[in-house]
């Protein structure tokens, strides 16, 4: 069976998606198409319905649930992995409020927390993540939210923190927050969506049992080059939620459903 794949070149979708990008699914029947997109075109295309399993933010996921339905496996989920907002200096509500603020897409979850958190902002500019940090050094925005490899490296650019809305979110919540999760068009039918989504789990296993093997296609694809910051993004991102996200995973999908209905930003 033919299956076509969306994941992005994130180290930690790299590295958990490494056995799938390496043809492991043929000896199961499956001969996986992948396509490797930042996140915030992941999130366009599955609103398009493009590909048959797709990573996407849980922003969008919201959006999509009558097409797609979302896997135990391959999740962006966990404590301490959320966006956080930057800018050259520290900014009041106030003048945040008034800040031209560069944002991952506007189908990213990291979108979503902000509305959630910040007060109402007027000047938006959806950048691509690996573009935010330029952004705010050559004065185009004011701030920006960080997401991926970026969250590890901005201090070195002269930024500064404003929030964690990571830590923000569990202070309200005391969950998880679901960043991203990985979906299944629902059209393949239950049996074949629970087989990828254990042979999904099977190739997490097996790139944590064995994190060497992945090496060369995580660089491959990386933004941020240095080891040691691959090697944060992967711990930080891929958890044992990523593996089965579990009761305590969907809690958390489910409060931020609640929360983006009550803010009328979701459907």
């Known amino acids: 069976m033919n299956i076509s794949m969306g994941f992005s070149p994130c180290p930690n979708d790299t590295f958990m998606f490494h056995d799938v990008a390496a043809g492991a699914w043929a000896a199961a029947g499956y001969q996986v198409e992948v396509h490797l997109h930042d996140i915030e075109t992941l999130n366009e295309l599955a609103l398009a319905g493009r590909y048959d399993l797709t990573k996407m933010s849980t922003a969008a996921a919201l959006q999509v649930r009558q097409v797609y ?4 496996s391959g999740s962006a989920l966990g404590f301490g992995c959320g966006p956080v907002v930057v ?10 409020a008034q800040a031209r603020v560069a944002i991952p897409g506007a189908w990213t979850t990291a979108h979503l927390l902000f509305q959630l958190w910040a007060p109402p902002t007027a ?3 959806f ?3 690996d573009r935010i940090i330029d952004a705010i050094c050559r004065q185009e925005a004011d701030a920006g939210i960080l997401i991926h490899e970026s969250r590890f490296v901005f201090a070195d650019a002269g930024l500064v923190r404003l929030a964690d809305l990571g830590q923000w979110w569990e202070a309200e919540t005391g969950l998880p927050i679901p960043l991203g999760c990985l979906m ?8 074949v969506i629970a087989e990828l989504d254990s042979l999904l789990r099977q190739g997490i296993e097996h790139s944590r049992a064995e994190p060497q093997r992945t090496a060369d296609y995580v660089r491959r694809h990386a933004i941020e080059m240095d080891d040691e910051v691959i090697r944060k993004h992967i711990a930080l991102y891929v958890t044992d939620f990523s593996v089965d996200m579990g009761e305590t995973g969907r ?11 009550a803010a009328g930003v979701a459907k």
Do not use: F, I, M
């Open 69 to 72: 339905q979302c896997l135990n």
């Open 87 to 96: 800018a050259s200096h520290a900014l009041t509500p106030e003048r945040l």
């Open 123 to 125: 000047r938006k500019l």
């Open 127 to 129: 950048v691509r993540y």
């Open 184 to 191: 299944a068009r629902r059209t393949l039918g239950e049996r």
């Open 251 to 261: 809690k958390a999908l489910a409060a931020l459903e609640q929360r983006a209905r």
